[in-house]
């Protein structure tokens, strides 16, 4: 199983990025994907989730500004961040099932 993360960076605050989880070797279309992320010093979090069905949820501190979405065809699952803060600075996972990648490094400038 490999899953690898994608589209991180620097932004300013306001900004807008998009973030890719491309997952091989797990049929994953049949899992819950999320996407959660950890700041230095701090806990990993849950930020958003999207079930084989696309339902979705999100923590309180992303909703309306963050959309996660996933092409079956594809075999990927996004995480479209916008109005971005500098708060949301963190290292994000995306985990399919107990499965994750490395992360990629979301750094918001204020």
């Known amino acids: 199983v490999q899953i690898v993360e994608s589209g991180g960076g620097l932004v300013q605050a306001g900004g807008s990025l998009r973030l890719s989880c491309a997952a091989s070797?797990?049929?994953?279309?049949?899992?819950?994907i999320d996407w959660y992320r950890q700041a230095p010093g701090k806990e990993r979090d849950l930020v958003a989730s999207?079930?084989?069905?696309?339902?979705?949820n999100y923590a309180d501190s992303v909703k309306g500004r963050f959309t996660i979405s996933r092409d079956k065809v594809k075999n990927l699952v996004y995480l479209q961040m916008n109005s971005l803060k500098p708060e949301d600075t963190a290292v994000y996972y995306c985990?399919?099932?107990?499965?994750r990648g490395q992360g990629t490094q979301v750094t918001v400038l204020s």
């Open positions: 070797g797990v049929a994953s279309m049949f899992y819950v």
């Open positions: 985990y399919v099932g107990q499965n």
């Open positions: 999207i079930s084989s069905g696309g339902s979705t």
